[in-house]
Structure formats: structure tokens, C-alpha cells
């Protein structure tokens, strides 16, 4: 496996294997790696002929200095398992490359993709992940990248950013990979103990609820939102940062749930935001997703 | 010489000449060509195998629909000079294209670049220049582009972007070319009978009384500044915007003039906005423009 810790070398690499008749599967990663990022690098696998992972903890999408602060950071495991997983490349790079003195050049997406959900409580953030993942397609020139599922606001940025900027790269989605328990897999449930772990259960458990009242007839958002409240809140510890129904025709909050809709929410285990969402009609979302 | 009215036949038309070995150079415009345009083309022609030039008045750079619905549109003549000038390829996209329905990222350009000069008149303008480049940019993915340097804080803004999104693009600046009698070229210049024409002259000839000023010593900005007043409210329907003594270190507004300053200026003729600027040391802009 290849490591790449300059913009420079990245192209240079990509474009040597472009040139020799290659193409590129690219997967963003902030470290801490999971089974959730190993299933999208054996998506990436069969996406193209190579693969390259990135690990970079990046600060303008932390609207909390304390949360980058806390972020986990496993490198060495990381490369370990990259290797391990066929990985062809691994770049790496550095905040003083990424964002040198007097960088001020971001990507900003208006409208319903950022004014609900998580950028209420986190702004600054989707325009951190846009900016950070164009700098990354630019240095790596993929053909393909994959996201995961799970962080669903993000992905629906990053295909609407592709799509708007012209970007010649194909977005693919690998569906949210969950923990025996129901978990969904995420580097942060690494800070959560047992007792924390056990009450984080609470998200998918209403999650689920809510999706099966809908199976059996109950469209009120509101009411779906109640069985993810009913759930956390029975829990000492746990805040609810959001639930709502959205739609993904348009991404917009519906009132009345239908087959296009998911069901989303955050919240906090003693200060630990976890977030997860089902899709009510219980099917894989399409990919790309709806714009 | 090519004609290419979508995106996917302008990137397919630019990597088969990638793939046969040859760098191309990018020269976006508006239309309305002048000889300031086609200078640019010269200098494209001189940096690299192939030409690409792009007409494309864009929507999102007006913060003024009159001024849109006002801008000169002269396709027939445009193609016909880029043809005879040895352009290689024309690149004519359509608004439906390149902002379809529900579009919504922008590029944001923050701090010292867009705090001034044209950026206070023209709110969003910068934003619309900086997403609609960067567009150009991904579909024609150029080795070099080339701007004009009378429209400073644009070129200063798309270097600047360039930079900080690791596009694989050099950036050249072309020089301001003058009509005879001293008015910088302008697409604009179209709009102003021979009695406006006769008062936007105050423009050039109060930043030339500025700079001499500077070569007899004077440094004290709001005194080079008035040379432009002096010159421009002489004149009944002459209105100014702005004049500002600007470093293009940091591009900040300076108090006191140096070498490293740039002596700008924006006015409006029975409405028709014209902007210029002098380099107060009377040379070239180095290229790349400082950042």
C-alpha cells in the first residue's frame, strides 16, 4: 500500500495510474476506521480498478473545538486495516497543506440540504465537509467515491455539490452497517462506555418503532417522531437534538409520512452526538439519491 | 474551430486532446470581445498546444437584473474574431445546463478579497464569478487559464481559489489593453455615446494624475484618492463607487501608498459602471499575484 502525504504526490500517483489505463475509487475517512469504512472500501473494489483512502481529521467541519479535540485518532490500526482490505493507496494528508495561512475559500450549498437536521445544530459543518471533500476529489481525481449511508445529510451534499460543480466523478452510497445490537457502526461509539452504550441503544430501537407503526399504517410525522422520543428520553443522559420526517424528494420535512420519506434524528449520550435514520418503506435509498 | 454547447462534449473534446499529448489553455469570457479579449487568446496561444475559449454571460455574476438584461450580446461577431485569432474550440453552454433547477452550491470567497472595491456595490457578484470559474474550470479542466488584469479583484479572487481548492490549473494575467485615448477596454464601453465616452476619460486621467502624484512623492491615500474625484465629479452624470488605495499584500486598504499598491476605482456614467485601476509604482503586476 502506497502512502501519500502531499497534494502533489496524490495526483501525481492518480494520474500515473490514469494513464496507464486505470481507474479510481476514492474513500474519504476521518480514521478511527470501522467496518462501516471497510464495507466501503470493498464497494470502492469493485468500483475500479484501484482504491485510495484518505484519513484526514479535518477542523472546519468541527463547529466544537472539543469535539475535534475528542475525535478518536487510531493511525496506525487505520493502515493496518486499509493494507489488510487491499487498499491501494492511503493519503494523508496535513492541516498546514490542506489549509495554509490565509486559505478563505469555501463551499457553501443553500437551500433544504442545509437547513435542517444536523446543520441546525452544527453550522459550519456541511460547509466544512463540502469544502474538504472538493480539495480531496481534486487531488485525488477519482472516478468514484463512496460514502456511507449512515451520514445521510452529507452524501445528499456531496452528490448535490457533484452534480452542480460538474464534477466528473460518480457518487456511490454503501448502506449503514450496524453493530449486533443495532448500533449503527460510527468512530464515535468508541467513547461510549457500557452503561452509555446501553442507553445509545435507545436510537435505533425508536427508529425502529417508528418504522414498523408506519408498516402498519401510521403516517403522522409527528406521532413517528413520539416513538423515537418515548424511546431516549426514558434514558437518564440522553438529549434529543432532533427527529423529523423527511422526504427525499427534495429533501424536505414532511407532515405526513410516505414511502419516500426517512425518519432521522441525533442525539447526546452524555454529551456524545450519535446520529442514525431508517427509511420508513424499509428499502435500501436509491442511488444516486433523489436531487 | 470546434463549437461545443454542453459539458460532457467539452470535457470529452478536452481529454482527447489530453490524451494525444497536448496542454490546453482556458479563456473565459462574457462575449462581447474586444481586443483586450483577444490578447488574452494570444497569450493562451503562447502557453500552451490548444485554445479554449468559453462565451457565456452568467446569470448568477449580476446583482443587477437590468444589468443583465442590458449586457451586449454579439455571438455572431465573437465567433468569428476567436476563429480568426486560431481558437481551437469555442465553448457555448446554456443557463438550463449549467444551472438547472434546484441548484445550490456556491463558492464563497471570505475575508480581505471581498470585503472591498466591487464586492460592496455588487453583493453576490464574487460568488457568482468564483462558482461559475470553477464550473468552467471542471468542464474544460484546462492546464492554464488566463484573465484579464483590469478586472483585479476577480483575478485576485479566482488565483486565490485556485489555491486553496488544489485546482491543477495555472493561473496567467493578461495586461490591461487601453483604447487610444487612454479608456481601459471594456465589453461596457459599448454602452457609452460619444459625450459619456467623453467623461469616462476622467476615469483613466485621475488615476494617471494619481500615479504621477505617487512618483512625485505623495503617499498620503486619501490625497491620491481625490485626484480621481477631482478629475470624475467634474463631469454632470459622472457618479463614483469607489477609490481606494489598495495592497495587493494581503490586499488590504492602505492608508499610506507604497510600491506594492494598486490605486482602484469604480464610477458609473449616466449609469454605465466602469472600473480601473492603476499599480501605483507604474509596473506590470507580478504574476502570480501575490497572496
Given at each position: 500500500m502506497d502512502e501519500l502525504t502531499t497534494i502533489g504526490a496524490m495526483r501525481t500517483w492518480s494520474r500515473a495510474q490514469r494513464a496507464a489505463g486505470r481507474t479510481i475509487a476514492f474513500v474519504p475517512t476521518m480514521g478511527a476506521l470501522h467496518e462501516g469504512h471497510l464495507s466501503l472500501v470493498r464497494q470502492a473494489r469493485a468500483a475500479a480498478d484501484r482504491v485510495v483512502v484518505s484519513i484526514y481529521v479535518n477542523?472546519?467541519?468541527?463547529?466544537n473545538p472539543d469535539d475535534l479535540a475528542k475525535y478518536p485518532q487510531t493511525l496506525a490500526e487505520d493502515q493496518a486495516k486499509l493494507a489488510a482490505a487491499g487498499v491501494d493507496a492511503v493519503f494523508l494528508p496535513t492541516t498546514e497543506q490542506m489549509y495554509p495561512n490565509g486559505y478563505c475559500t469555501f463551499i457553501e450549498i443553500v437551500g433544504p440540504l442545509t437547513d435542517k437536521l444536523c446543520a441546525i445544530a452544527r453550522p459550519g459543518h456541511f460547509r466544512g465537509v463540502a469544502t474538504v471533500v472538493i480539495k480531496l476529489f481534486h487531488a485525488v481525481e477519482p472516478d468514484v467515491a463512496v460514502f456511507g449511508q449512515k451520514d445521510l445529510q452529507q452524501v445528499m451534499i456531496v452528490n448535490r455539490m457533484v452534480n452542480d460543480l460538474d464534477l466528473p466523478i460518480r457518487v456511490l452510497v454503501g448502506p449503514t452497517m450496524r453493530e449486533a445490537d443495532g448500533l449503527a457502526m460510527s468512530?464515535?461509539?468508541?467513547?461510549?462506555d457500557a452503561g452509555m452504550r446501553e442507553r445509545a441503544l435507545s436510537l435505533p430501537r425508536g427508529l425502529e418503532r417508528a418504522r414498523l407503526a408506519y408498516g402498519q399504517g401510521l403516517s403522522d410525522a409527528m406521532k413517528l417522531c413520539e416513538a423515537v422520543y418515548d424511546e431516549c428520553l426514558q434514558h437518564e443522559g440522553v438529549e434529543v437534538d432532533y427527529v423529523e420526517v423527511v422526504s427525499l424528494k427534495g429533501f424536505t420535512t414532511a407532515e405526513t409520512a410516505d414511502d419516500a420519506c426517512v425518519l432521522a434524528a441525533a442525539i447526546l449520550v452524555d454529551g456524545v452526538r450519535l446520529i442514525d435514520h431508517v427509511a420508513l418503506a424499509g428499502t435500501v435509498l436509491p442511488v444516486p439519491l433523489d436531487d
Open positions: 477542523p472546519t467541519q468541527f463547529d468512530s464515535r461509539n468508541r467513547r461510549l
